[in-house]
């Protein structure tokens, strides 16, 4: 791999998720030496895209309406060879991954920013990859995927209205006195709301649980 760590770095992004993708810039935009020259809704307008040529990095969605992920790749790989390509889905496709192992110079991850952000720094901008590591024990996870989705579904099951609307109004920016003020409760049970649920969910901080309501969808909710 490439090593970019003194110059900018330039991406294109391909999300069909608006929030998801909202985050994701943010997250990559918190790094001084990256910057976002394209930032698209499906793969139909990245390749529309294709004739500036000004990305460094293409991170697309594997899924997406109109055009999806595999289709863009494909197109992009019709002319260039050498940009990097990060694509990722919500759970490990062995049918998608056998495709692009095909594909010079694709890397196919979990839909999560954090694991994103790690293959960036650690695999794709540096020289020590250890993003074969990563793939073996990502697919090998397949056989235990509806496993874990399922004790996934439980473990939000179990999150409660309350809790719902501290996620979502955390995720919206609101400080801890500010989302009691609107749901009527104190600071103080606010914050014991928040360690509460980031020990359940097996998170770190309330920075995580924004993560979180991204990642599953509750800034959606109705509640």
């Known amino acids: 791999m490439r090593n970019n760590s003194t110059n900018l770095v330039r991406f294109s992004i391909a999300e069909s998720d608006y929030y998801f993708k909202q985050f994701l810039i943010k997250m990559l935009l918190e790094n001084p030496f990256y910057s976002i020259v394209n930032d698209c809704n499906n793969g139909n307008e990245l390749i529309n895209r294709l004739y500036r040529k000004q990305e460094d990095i293409f991170i697309l969605n594997l899924f997406m309406p109109i055009l999806s992920g595999i289709e863009a790749i494909k197109f992009i790989r019709e002319t260039n060879n050498t940009v990097p390509i990060l694509t990722y889905s919500d759970t490990y496709q062995e049918d998608m991954a056998n495709l692009i192992a095909d594909i010079p110079n694709v890397f196919y991850c979990q839909k999560n920013s954090i694991i994103i952000k790690d293959l ?16 073996k024990e990502w697919a090998s996870q397949s056989q235990s995927v509806q496993d874990y989705m399922e004790r996934q ?7 409660s209205v309350t809790e719902i609307q501290i996620i979502k109004l955390s995720y919206e920016g609101y400080s801890n006195k500010e989302i009691g003020d609107r749901i009527n409760l104190s600071a103080r049970t606010i914050d014991t709301y928040i360690t509460r649920l980031t020990e359940k969910l097996g998170l770190k901080s309330k920075l995580d649980l924004v993560r979180f309501c991204v990642e599953k969808g509750y800034y959606n909710s109705s509640i």
């Open 153 to 159: 579904k439980r473990e939000q099951q179990d999150i």
């Open 120 to 135: 960036l720094r650690n695999c794709i901008l540096s020289e020590n990859s250890n993003y074969e590591d990563y793939k």
